[in-house]
């Protein structure tokens, strides 16, 4: 079983020619609504992938609570462990999306901002069952400490998003950031080569392995001291919003059956990619038949 800690959002998405910078205003194309949030897109991705997932986060209790709750029930995912927020907004994320697919996103926490120990605590049973932990950054370090404490399995820890001043927890076994997530927790301003990441991810203490995903660039796995590429699949990308949670969700699964880092790695790399051949967070992540398929096929 999969646990996931996080937050869940209603995505506000529109279509943009290019993203503005301060002071500017840009038009951009009809705006369409996603259920989405880093949590629930990894729950959704790990469930859509063939894992038995449970969920803990909180919602508010406006329309949206409901919205997002169906949408994870809806893939099978135990929200038992849900809690509705009284006079707090479920989480919101206001996405643009430009031509090349590429994203920015402004997210209001609401509700998930309001996930505490306690809460976590609640869910202890789950936790200890899960053989895989998820957590991210939408919601208060003192909860992701909380369920790293309790987890009887992996902890898989995305830092998205990068969080000034943000505390990882004490115990993380896998660390999946991308390269400015990696850049904030290590203090570099960014990377020009893949050794300099590479050696900055070595530099990280506490994670038995890193694996930095690199969009285009494929992935870095850093584990032991030794460092591997692995090169991106070949797709033409529309949106790459959630590709990053898709790879989270997928590589949880592989590893819950038993698969070793590097093939785990491969395989989450497939689901990432088929991701961003679609629009949307959730609605863009992929089945287990699909990536499947698209690895016998791409290799
Ligand atoms: O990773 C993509 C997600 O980031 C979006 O669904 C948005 O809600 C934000 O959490």
Redo the contacts with the bound molecule.
């Keep these: 079983m999969i646990a996931v800690v996080g937050?869940l959002?209603l995505?506000l998405v529109v279509p943009v020619p290019h993203h503005p910078v301060p002071g500017e205003t840009v038009l951009g194309g009809d705006i369409a609504q996603h259920p989405?949030?880093?949590g629930a897109?990894q729950a959704v991705a790990a469930a859509r992938a063939g894992g038995r997932v449970a969920m803990v986060g909180r919602v508010g209790e406006d329309d949206a609570a409901a919205l997002m709750t169906d949408a994870v029930r809806g893939e099978g995912v135990d929200v038992s462990h849900l809690l509705r927020t009284p006079g707090v907004p479920t989480g919101r994320?206001l996405?643009a999306v430009d031509g090349p697919g590429e994203n920015t996103?402004v997210?209001s926490p609401g509700a998930n901002g309001r996930l505490t120990p306690a809460d976590i605590e609640a869910a202890r049973e789950v936790l200890a069952s899960a053989a895989v932990t998820v957590l991210q950054q939408?919601v208060p370090d003192e909860a992701n400490h909380a369920a790293a404490r309790l987890s009887g399995g992996l902890v898989l820890m995305n830092p998205?998003p990068a969080v000034p001043g943000a505390v990882l927890p004490p115990r993380v076994d896998l660390l999946v950031p991308n390269r400015t997530e990696l850049a904030a927790l290590t203090g570099h301003r960014g990377f020009d080569t893949l050794d300099e990441a590479a050696e900055a991810a070595r530099g990280l203490r506490g994670a038995e392995a890193v694996v930095v995903t690199l969009g285009g660039d494929g992935v870095l796995l850093v584990e032991g001291g030794a460092a591997l590429h692995l090169p991106a699949h070949r797709v033409e990308p529309v949106d790459t919003?959630?590709a990053?949670?898709s790879f989270c969700g997928s590589l949880a699964v592989a590893l819950a059956e038993g698969l070793a880092l590097e093939a785990a790695v491969r395989w989450a790399s497939a689901s990432a990619a088929l991701s961003t051949t679609r629009p949307g967070?959730q609605p863009s992540l992929a089945r287990r038949d699909e990536i499947d398929a698209f690895l016998a096929r791409t290799g």
């Design positions: 937050s959002n995505d989405g949030g880093k897109n994320a996405i996103i997210v939408e998205a919003t959630a990053g949670d967070a």
